[in-house]
């Protein structure tokens, strides 16, 4: 007899917390209001799909149909325009490809502020003009809505896994409820000050990058044509003092790494043609500031000129075969 109430009172205990959890789910789920999405490209997609899998609803948009069917397949909402994303979610995240494109998505005649609802928050994760971002912070606020500029670092993989570092620029005191969002795609969300600081941190991130990557690339390739075998001068240069995330974690070399465009013939990662526009955008900013970049302006050169000779929809790393191929560069 005790031990069928010991029995009894184990199956209630257990019943007791599957219906715990249960209910501690559906709040968790009540508690996340659909979050609306415009992008969905290399980047967007990937982020999209991290929220959905933290549980948010997800109501997107993108100018490219199938883009948006594949999406739909994933669990999300397709929405028919910027402004329909807005009449239904009240947190908002953009993610395009240039200044125009964010300045069409928010102010257009089919944009987010035609129908943005009042206390609303806006986040472009977009890498665009910082004077872009803080045109479109007023056009935001004059509606009574948020906008906060979140550019990212961390490329298409580190979308995949959620491992991206967002850079935000906004009003401080909504830092946290973009953080919140944020998180569920990001490893690292540092707020950077006000609007377009955020911005000005991902294009000096940029620029050093794209230096960066030229330099591995020459390297790699003057050690090759002087004998070494790749593989090990990447070794090497990975325990000395040139290691830089260009050679240890995003070879340009064919063969040397594996999970890389240099690895799928330069296919998928961080296209060439958006390096240049973003060294275009540094460039702008230097001259604005009047700094001295001189590296910064030889490295916007090469991209321009590969955009010109058939990489530009090729990963930024093809500059390596750019090089091999170009002798009188």
């Keep these: 007899m005790a031990a069928l109430l010991r029995k009894s009172s184990s199956a209630l205990v257990c019943a007791v917390s599957r219906h715990a959890r249960f209910a501690m789910v559906y709040r968790s789920m009540a508690s996340k209001t659909p979050i609306g999405f415009v992008g969905l490209g290399n980047m967007g997609s990937p982020m999209a799909k991290n929220l959905l899998k933290h549980g948010y609803p997800v ?3 993108d100018i490219f149909p199938e883009a948006c069917k594949e999406f739909q397949d994933s669990g999300a909402q397709i929405s028919e325009s910027p402004a329909d994303v807005a009449e239904k979610a009240d947190r908002i995240i953009t993610m395009l490809p240039s200044s125009a494109n964010a300045l069409e ?3 257009g005649s089919n944009g987010i502020l035609k129908k943005v609802k009042k ?5 472009d994760s977009s890498t665009i003009d910082p004077a872009v971002s803080k045109e479109l912070a007023k056009a935001v606020e004059k509606q009574g809505a948020v906008f906060m500029d979140a550019p990212v670092s961390g490329g298409v993989g580190a979308a995949r896994s959620g491992n991206l570092t967002f850079m935000v620029g906004g009003v401080e005191q909504e830092f ?3 953080k919140e969002l944020l998180t569920c795609m990001g490893a690292n969300v540092v707020y950077c000050g006000e609007v377009g600081t955020g911005q000005a941190a991902k294009i000096c991130n940029n620029m050093l990058l794209a230096i960066g ?3 591995t690339a ?4 003057l050690g090759i044509r002087l004998g070494l075998d790749p593989k090990l001068l990447a ?3 990975n325990m000395s003092s040139g ?3 260009s050679s240890d974690t995003y070879n340009p070399v064919p063969g040397v790494m594996e999970g890389v465009p240099s690895a799928n013939n330069y296919q998928g990662g961080f296209g060439t043609t958006l390096m240049a526009k973003d060294l275009g955008l540094a460039q702008d900013s230097a001259t604005n500031t009047k700094t001295p970049t001189p590296l910064g302006s030889v490295a916007h050169q090469i991209y321009r000129i590969m955009c010109a000779k058939g990489y530009s929809q090729k990963d930024f790393s093809s500059v390596f075969q750019f090089l091999r191929e170009d002798e009188n560069l």
């Design 105 to 107: 998505v928010y102010t």
């Design 218 to 221: 020459e390297t790699m390739n």
């Design 59 to 61: 109501v997107a948009y």
């Design 213 to 215: 990557m030229i330099g």
């Design 243 to 245: 290691r830089c995330w």
């Design 235 to 237: 070794k090497i240069l």
């Design 119 to 123: 206390g609303s928050l806006l986040i």
């Design 176 to 178: 946290d409820a973009a």
